[in-house]
């Protein structure tokens, strides 16, 4: 070979070998996550270092695993005629961490095999955001029309109250009518009561806001709670953090949250069991000092029913055969009102664990 073709072709293969080394870098080191797919096994023949973030793995252990889930953004690409498809995809990773991602996906050809190029961003906070700003426009809607209705039964329903009574002062002590005027009063004031929260769950309090420390809050709550408590052979069990951070908040509005939380978790309890309260910092990213204060309420109580988990924050949504269905909503919106977010996780049978999560206090 002559010495200037041999120069060319070395120079060729530089050029080559330097871009390829550009590709693999822009590849591994792209914020979204990459994957090539192969259709029908929907093995991973290749990914990037964020997408083996994603499932909590190194590349090496993500490349070659299947991914089922695929078979979907595949059906989509194959019947459309364009050559890119956007859709969301629900992915369990192997830690079971259960992730919402928006792909970008298209056709790719390499060495004649038809291949599958998915672009993924994990979008589940984002859509876990959305559910709660969709739930917070309901709970203003909703509001708004039971102030509405409440205020227009409040009238009669007192007609109704007096006449009763004056009906059962006329009658003497032994007839038998003054049994049915009693569970009629009953009846009353059960609606009167029912009245009353939904008004106090359309009106929107005036928040104080002031420097408060959750650890200070506890023992008052736990006294305030204390008729619901000493009802049951109850251990409650307290895990308060240290350097727990301070936090802006209504303090009387906490005391509402926490109160309504803990007597809950008696409710949920049969005879005996345990409340155990906890409190610490959770960092919102790696390396930012602030972040949320936590404030956990764990029973080891009945346990919520799957199907009943989505409605828990819904209004009059109950089991209780005495209870109303406000004091999670009630308790959502002055959270939400915070800035705060209020999670739940439950086993049937095992217990329930409310995670009050609220911003630190920043000078």
């Not at 610490?280 to 309420?297: P, Q, W």
């Not at 009945?302 to 209870?323: A, V, Y």
Request: net charge negative; glycine share 6%.
């Amino acid at each position: 070979m002559p010495k200037n073709n041999y120069k060319a072709l070395k120079l060729d293969i530089d050029t080559l070998q330097k871009k390829l080394a550009w590709y693999e870098s822009f590849f591994h080191n792209a914020s979204d996550s990459l994957f090539i797919i192969q259709p029908d096994t929907w093995n991973v023949l290749d990914a990037n270092e964020a997408a083996a973030t994603l499932f909590n793995m190194s590349c090496d252990e993500l490349i070659g695993t299947t991914i089922p889930q695929f078979s979907r953004i595949f059906r989509l690409l194959d019947q459309t005629t364009s050559p890119k498809i956007l859709s969301e995809l629900g992915l369990t990773t192997p830690d079971g961490k259960e992730i919402m991602l928006e792909v970008s996906a298209k056709f790719v050809r390499i060495d004649n095999d038809k291949l599958i190029l998915a672009i993924a961003r994990d979008v589940s906070e984002q859509n876990s955001m959305s559910d709660k700003l969709i739930q917070a426009d309901k709970l203003v809607l909703l509001g708004q029309l039971t102030a509405g209705i409440s205020h227009d039964i409040r009238n009669p329903l007192a007609a109704v109250n007096l006449n009763l009574q004056l009906l059962q002062r006329s009658l003497t002590a032994e007839s038998i009518a003054n049994t049915y005027i009693e569970k009629a009063l009953v009846g009353v004031e059960r609606i009167h009561r029912i009245v009353e929260v939904s008004l106090d769950f359309a009106k929107q309090a005036v928040m104080e806001f002031e420097r408060i420390n959750v650890n200070y809050l506890i023992p008052t709550i736990l006294e305030l709670a204390g008729v619901s408590i000493k009802k049951k052979n109850i251990h409650i069990k307290l895990e308060l953090g240290e350097n727990v951070n301070d936090i802006k908040a209504d303090e009387k509005q906490l005391y509402q949250v926490f109160i309504n939380l803990i007597t809950n978790s008696a409710d949920a309890l049969k005879e005996s069991g345990t409340i155990t309260i906890k409190t610490y910092n959770e960092s919102l990213h790696k390396n930012e000092e602030r972040g949320y204060v936590v404030i956990a309420i764990e029973d080891t109580g009945t346990g919520i029913m799957e199907d009943d988990l989505s409605k828990i924050f819904n209004p009059f949504f109950t089991r209780k055969p005495d209870g109303i269905g406000l004091g999670l909503p009630i308790s959502q919106r002055i959270i939400h009102q915070h800035g705060g977010i209020i999670d739940v996780e439950s086993k049937l049978g095992i217990g329930t664990t409310f995670y009050v999560k609220l911003l630190s206090f920043v000078e």
